[in-house]
T-cell receptor
Framework: DGGITQSPKYLFRKEGQNVTLSCEQN?????MYWYRQDPGQGLRLIYY???????QKGDIAEGYSVSREKKESFPLTVTSAQKNPTAFYLC??????????????FGSGTRLTVV | QQQVKQSPQSLIVQKGGISIINCAYE??????FPWYQQFPGKGPALLIA?????SEKKEGRFTISFNKSAKQFSLHIMDSQPGDSATYFC????????????FGSGTQLTVLP
């Protein structure tokens, strides 16, 4: 079955530590996205990528980094510069590069907690 | 211009009742309006979507009503069931743009048995 796989499901980060969240899709979708979800704030865009080796900042990119070396993969690194990283992180994809106008397929999310 | 405002933040409905969630937008270039349903600990799933060339779209118990002049759209859940208890997000985007979906802040729906 096609879909988006996010791992790990739960992740704990110590202060000053970088962590990487995995997102893999087998849908052959061009565009991929990372969202952060906090209670009562909906989904906020962190980064998005329309094609391999290219990505754009979203609304809250500070303290995060991404790469898109393969079409199937779009990992997100939460760096030590992100001062409040505790949140639920969602990866999504759409079949076309210009994602506007199409529904998203979401992964099941990674819950990151700072300890 | 990119905001989508959603209300109410939470909603409690009796089983069999009608659940209504409202969204409003400012950017008149938006032309795709989906609704997503999210259960705890899961990613959102596309529920139903509408484009502004129609005023209403129905899929089973779920209906989107769209008012282009008022720049508002709403989700109606008829005969609400306890299994409908979830968080619902409205969203909007512009077809063909690189810009991705803009989401509302979400509505937590509880349907009482």
């Amino acid at each position: 079955d096609g879909g988006i796989t996010q791992s790990p499901k739960y992740l704990f980060r110590k202060e000053g530590q970088n962590v990487t969240l995995s997102c893999e899709q087998n849908l052959n979708h061009d565009a991929m996205y990372w969202y952060r979800q906090d209670p009562g704030q909906g989904l906020r865009l962190i980064y998005y990528s329309q094609i391999v080796n290219d990505f754009q900042k979203g609304d809250i990119a500070e303290g995060y980094s991404v790469s898109r070396e393969k079409k199937e993969s779009f990992p997100l690194t939460v760096t030590s510069a992100q001062k409040n990283p505790t949140a639920f992180y969602l990866c999504a994809s759409t079949p076309v590069r210009t994602g506007g106008g199409y529904g998203y397929t979401f992964g099941s999310g990674t819950r990151l907690t700072v300890v | 211009q990119q905001q989508v405002k959603q209300s109410p933040q939470s909603l409690i409905v009796q089983k069999g009742g009608i659940s209504i969630i409202n969204c409003a937008y400012e950017n008149t270039a938006f032309d795709y309006f989906p609704w997503y349903q999210q259960f705890p600990g899961k990613g959102p799933a596309l529920l139903i979507a509408i484009r502004p060339d129609v005023s209403e779209k129905k899929e089973g118990r779920f209906t989107i009503s769209f008012n282009k002049s008022a720049k508002q759209f709403s989700l109606h859940i008829m005969d609400s069931q306890p299994g409908d208890s979830a968080t619902y997000f409205c969203a909007a985007s512009i077809t063909g743009s690189a810009r991705q979906l803009t989401f509302g802040s979400g509505t937590q729906l509880t349907v009482l048995p």
